[in-house]
Protein backbone atom coordinates (compact mmCIF):
# COMPACT_ATOMS: atom_id res chain seq x y z
CA UNK A 1 0.00 0.00 0.00
CA UNK A 2 0.98 3.28 -0.79
CA UNK A 3 1.38 5.70 2.10
CA UNK A 4 -1.18 8.32 0.73
CA UNK A 5 -3.90 5.52 0.16
CA UNK A 6 -4.65 5.61 4.39
CA UNK A 7 -4.85 9.01 4.29
CA UNK A 8 -8.77 9.69 4.07
CA UNK A 9 -9.65 7.34 7.06
CA UNK A 10 -7.30 8.96 8.98
CA UNK A 11 -8.71 12.69 8.28
CA UNK A 12 -12.05 11.31 8.71
CA UNK A 13 -11.51 10.48 12.29
CA UNK A 14 -9.71 13.36 13.19
CA UNK A 15 -12.57 15.19 12.03
CA UNK A 16 -14.89 13.26 14.77
CA UNK A 17 -12.15 14.20 16.98
CA UNK A 18 -12.22 17.48 16.55
CA UNK A 19 -16.21 17.66 16.84
CA UNK A 20 -16.53 15.37 19.89
CA UNK A 21 -13.79 17.71 21.77
CA UNK A 22 -15.98 20.88 20.77
CA UNK A 23 -18.99 19.25 21.85
CA UNK A 24 -17.52 18.09 25.21
CA UNK A 25 -16.09 21.88 25.16
CA UNK A 26 -20.12 23.33 24.81
CA UNK A 27 -21.44 20.68 27.39
CA UNK A 28 -18.85 21.66 29.90
CA UNK A 29 -17.69 25.60 29.72
CA UNK A 30 -21.21 26.56 31.68
CA UNK A 31 -19.97 24.88 35.05
CA UNK A 32 -16.04 26.10 35.64
CA UNK A 33 -14.30 23.56 37.32
CA UNK A 34 -11.71 24.94 39.64
CA UNK A 35 -7.83 24.48 38.53
CA UNK A 36 -9.97 23.50 34.62
CA UNK A 37 -7.10 25.81 32.96
CA UNK A 38 -7.69 24.19 29.89
CA UNK A 39 -11.54 24.21 30.28
CA UNK A 40 -12.20 20.64 29.68
CA UNK A 41 -14.05 20.10 32.33
CA UNK A 42 -11.40 17.98 34.36
CA UNK A 43 -8.65 19.41 36.62
CA UNK A 44 -6.09 17.02 36.14
CA UNK A 45 -1.99 17.34 35.33
CA UNK A 46 -2.95 18.82 31.95
CA UNK A 47 -4.54 22.08 33.68
CA UNK A 48 -0.77 22.42 35.39
CA UNK A 49 0.76 21.67 31.80
CA UNK A 50 -1.48 24.47 30.10
CA UNK A 51 -0.01 27.18 32.40
CA UNK A 52 3.14 26.01 31.18
CA UNK A 53 2.36 26.22 27.58
CA UNK A 54 1.12 29.55 28.01
CA UNK A 55 4.04 31.14 29.60
CA UNK A 56 6.12 30.12 27.17
CA UNK A 57 3.75 31.44 24.61
CA UNK A 58 2.53 28.58 22.70
CA UNK A 59 -1.09 29.55 24.01
CA UNK A 60 -2.88 32.79 23.72
CA UNK A 61 -4.96 33.83 26.59
CA UNK A 62 -8.25 32.82 24.29
CA UNK A 63 -6.99 29.57 25.12
CA UNK A 64 -6.97 29.46 29.02
CA UNK A 65 -9.28 30.34 31.86
CA UNK A 66 -7.55 32.64 33.42
CA UNK A 67 -9.39 32.98 36.92
CA UNK A 68 -8.80 29.39 37.29
CA UNK A 69 -5.23 29.76 36.25
CA UNK A 70 -3.84 32.12 38.60
CA UNK A 71 -4.10 28.76 41.32
CA UNK A 72 -2.24 31.03 43.77
CA UNK A 73 -4.25 33.90 43.98
CA UNK A 74 -1.97 36.28 43.35
CA UNK A 75 -3.72 38.21 40.53
CA UNK A 76 -0.74 37.02 37.67
CA UNK A 77 -0.41 33.74 36.06
CA UNK A 78 3.27 32.46 36.14
CA UNK A 79 4.82 29.49 36.16
CA UNK A 80 4.05 29.39 40.25
CA UNK A 81 0.31 28.44 39.08
CA UNK A 82 1.65 25.65 37.54
CA UNK A 83 3.51 24.36 40.18
CA UNK A 84 1.14 25.09 42.92
CA UNK A 85 -1.62 23.11 40.69
CA UNK A 86 0.92 19.86 40.80
CA UNK A 87 1.21 20.58 44.72
CA UNK A 88 -2.58 20.44 44.88
CA UNK A 89 -2.85 17.51 42.88
CA UNK A 90 -0.21 15.54 44.68
CA UNK A 91 -1.88 16.71 47.76
CA UNK A 92 0.71 18.55 49.48
CA UNK A 93 -1.56 21.77 49.11
CA UNK A 94 -5.38 21.76 49.60
CA UNK A 95 -7.82 23.17 47.02
CA UNK A 96 -9.25 25.33 49.73
CA UNK A 97 -5.52 27.10 50.55
CA UNK A 98 -4.93 30.44 49.57
CA UNK A 99 -2.12 29.96 48.35
CA UNK A 100 -1.10 33.20 47.89
CA UNK A 101 2.36 32.81 49.18
CA UNK A 102 3.66 36.83 48.29
CA UNK A 103 6.82 38.03 50.72
CA UNK A 104 6.28 41.74 52.30
CA UNK A 105 8.85 43.85 53.58
CA UNK A 106 8.19 46.16 56.09
CA UNK A 107 10.17 49.37 56.53
CA UNK A 108 10.61 50.24 59.84
CA UNK A 109 6.54 49.48 60.59
CA UNK A 110 5.11 50.00 57.20
CA UNK A 111 3.99 47.27 55.45
CA UNK A 112 5.16 47.56 51.48
CA UNK A 113 4.21 45.58 48.70
CA UNK A 114 6.83 44.28 46.20
CA UNK A 115 6.08 42.83 42.62
CA UNK A 116 8.82 39.85 43.04
CA UNK A 117 11.24 38.57 40.39
CA UNK A 118 10.56 35.57 39.09
CA UNK A 119 14.29 34.08 39.76
CA UNK A 120 15.76 31.90 42.16
CA UNK A 121 17.26 34.13 44.19
CA UNK A 122 13.63 35.66 45.37
CA UNK A 123 12.75 31.31 45.26
CA UNK A 124 15.24 31.21 48.12
CA UNK A 125 14.92 33.98 50.00
CA UNK A 126 11.01 32.71 49.93
CA UNK A 127 11.85 29.69 51.42
CA UNK A 128 13.87 31.71 54.11
CA UNK A 129 11.54 33.51 55.57
CA UNK A 130 8.85 31.08 55.09
CA UNK A 131 8.74 29.60 58.80
CA UNK A 132 10.71 32.99 60.54
CA UNK A 133 10.16 36.59 59.04
CA UNK A 134 14.04 38.21 58.41
CA UNK A 135 14.76 41.36 60.38
CA UNK A 136 17.02 42.98 58.97
CA UNK A 137 18.97 46.78 60.26
CA UNK A 138 19.84 48.86 57.10
CA UNK A 139 22.20 51.48 56.30
CA UNK A 140 21.93 54.62 54.61
CA UNK A 141 24.40 54.59 51.43
CA UNK A 142 25.56 57.34 48.99
CA UNK A 143 22.38 59.04 48.94
CA UNK A 144 20.45 56.31 46.42
CA UNK A 145 19.93 53.45 48.99
CA UNK A 146 19.62 51.67 51.70
CA UNK A 147 21.85 48.38 52.39
CA UNK A 148 21.66 45.72 54.65
CA UNK A 149 23.28 42.54 55.21
CA UNK A 150 21.31 38.93 54.84
CA UNK A 151 23.05 36.75 56.80
CA UNK A 152 22.83 34.08 54.09
CA UNK A 153 24.19 33.98 50.29
CA UNK A 154 21.57 33.22 47.64
CA UNK A 155 21.61 31.89 44.61
CA UNK A 156 22.44 35.47 41.66
CA UNK A 157 23.10 36.21 38.22
CA UNK A 158 24.59 39.60 38.42
CA UNK A 159 24.11 42.07 35.24
CA UNK A 160 24.94 45.07 34.89
CA UNK A 161 21.54 47.34 35.55
CA UNK A 162 20.84 50.83 36.24
CA UNK A 163 18.32 51.14 39.24
CA UNK A 164 15.27 52.97 39.86
CA UNK A 165 13.42 54.34 43.06
CA UNK A 166 11.72 51.49 44.24
CA UNK A 167 14.18 48.74 43.22
CA UNK A 168 14.42 45.65 45.68
CA UNK A 169 18.57 44.84 44.62
CA UNK A 170 19.99 42.03 45.70
CA UNK A 171 24.27 43.17 45.92
CA UNK A 172 26.74 40.33 46.02
CA UNK A 173 24.77 37.73 46.40
CA UNK A 174 23.90 38.55 50.42
CA UNK A 175 23.06 42.06 50.65
CA UNK A 176 19.86 43.64 50.39
CA UNK A 177 19.59 46.81 48.68
CA UNK A 178 16.22 49.58 48.57
CA UNK A 179 16.61 52.24 46.42
CA UNK A 180 15.61 55.92 46.64
CA UNK A 181 17.66 56.63 43.75
CA UNK A 182 19.66 55.57 40.86
CA UNK A 183 22.88 53.48 40.73
CA UNK A 184 24.51 51.29 37.50
CA UNK A 185 25.98 48.52 38.89
CA UNK A 186 26.16 44.49 38.66
CA UNK A 187 23.03 43.32 40.54
CA UNK A 188 20.59 40.72 40.76
CA UNK A 189 17.00 42.19 40.73
CA UNK A 190 15.06 40.79 43.48
CA UNK A 191 11.56 43.04 42.66
CA UNK A 192 10.18 46.60 42.90
CA UNK A 193 8.14 48.12 45.39
CA UNK A 194 4.05 48.66 44.51
CA UNK A 195 2.63 51.64 44.25
CA UNK A 196 5.05 54.44 45.68
CA UNK A 197 6.60 57.23 43.90
CA UNK A 198 9.95 58.48 44.21
CA UNK A 199 9.06 60.95 46.50
CA UNK A 200 7.22 58.60 49.28
CA UNK A 201 10.43 56.61 48.40
CA UNK A 202 12.61 59.46 49.49
CA UNK A 203 10.35 60.30 52.46
CA UNK A 204 10.71 56.44 53.84
CA UNK A 205 13.98 55.87 53.03
CA UNK A 206 16.26 58.93 52.61
CA UNK A 207 15.98 60.47 56.41
CA UNK A 208 18.15 58.07 58.49
CA UNK A 209 18.85 54.08 58.87
CA UNK A 210 15.76 51.35 58.87
CA UNK A 211 14.95 48.59 60.09
CA UNK A 212 13.29 46.17 57.19
CA UNK A 213 11.34 42.55 57.86
CA UNK A 214 11.21 40.18 55.24
CA UNK A 215 8.05 38.01 55.55
CA UNK A 216 5.43 36.10 53.62
CA1 LIG B 1 -8.75 20.64 32.63
CA1 LIG C 1 -0.85 33.27 40.21
Request: with cysteine.
Given at each position: MRRGENKKPQTAVTLLLVVAMLFSHTLFTSAAVRYDVNRDGKFNISDATTIQKYRVGL??????DSAQADANRDGKITIRDATCIQMILAGI????????EDMKISINDTSIDVNWEENEAVDALKAAVKDNPMTINMSMYGGFEQVGSLDMSLPHNDTRITTEPGDVILYSGNQIVLFYGSNTWSYTRLGKIKNMNEEQLRELLSKGNVTITISI
Amino acid sequence: MRRGENKKPQTAVTLLLVVAMLFSHTLFTSAAVRYDVNRDGKFNISDATTIQKYRVGLLSEDDIDSAQADANRDGKITIRDATCIQMILAGILKETDDNNEDMKISINDTSIDVNWEENEAVDALKAAVKDNPMTINMSMYGGFEQVGSLDMSLPHNDTRITTEPGDVILYSGNQIVLFYGSNTWSYTRLGKIKNMNEEQLRELLSKGNVTITISI
